[in-house]
């Protein structure tokens, strides 16, 4: 196990619902990432927070958003729900957001799906 | 733009077979990390190998061992007497020196290890 936990482990929404997805990061890791998996594909990814602070995002839209927390946990948050916003959410983390050769470890992932 | 390719939707052998996973990727740096992770059907992902663009060995890891050839932008990976704890989706993932850590992953190989 990589010492990453995600919670809820899975979640049913409806269509413009918010949800709130949370991520504890790994021992001594200041960095978390955000991925979103549809059934079938490869995760892609959606931001990183490094010190509490957005310094990366992907190609997902403003409704997407999110926090971290001095003790370098992380929320997702997703408003107005879609129905294409069903997939698995996975949380990363990792050393340090500024160096790039650094892994990053997964958790379990929260499954959300949209109704 | 970055990207990556893994041709083989789904592999099926049988346990001791040896199988190899095909990763193609494409990108305009010099500088860029390559990864592989597994992802049993629990869903979290499992880190298997990192490897940046200037080292080009082939590594080998138990009954794991992984390709880079630079001269075709593929980074392949073997397993050896396959088993059927084997049995994942199989990502190849790449990452840029853009100054965060974005993955970019394929869209995976199911492997199925039959007894």
Known sequence: ETGVTQSPTHLIKTRGQQVTLRCSSQSGHNTVSWYQQALGQGPQFIFQYYREEENGRGNFPPRFSGLQFPNYSSELNVNALELDDSALYLCASSLSGTRVTDTQYFGPGTRLTVL | ?115
């Open chain 2, 1 to 115: 733009a970055q990207k990556v390719t893994q041709a083989q939707t789904e592999i099926s052998v049988v346990e001791k077979e040896d199988v190899t996973l095909d990763c193609v990727y494409e990108t305009r740096d010099t500088t860029y990390y390559l990864f592989w992770y597994k992802q049993p059907p629990s869903g979290e992902l499992v880190f298997l190998i990192r490897r940046n663009s200037f080292d080009e060995q082939n590594e080998i890891s138990g009954r794991y061992s992984w390709n880079f050839q630079k001269s075709t932008s593929s980074f392949n990976f073997t397993i050896t007497a396959s088993q059927v704890v084997d049995s994942a989706v199989y990502f190849c993932a790449l990452s840029d020196n853009t100054g965060f850590q974005k993955l970019v992953f394929g869209t995976g190989t199911r492997l199925l290890v039959s007894p």
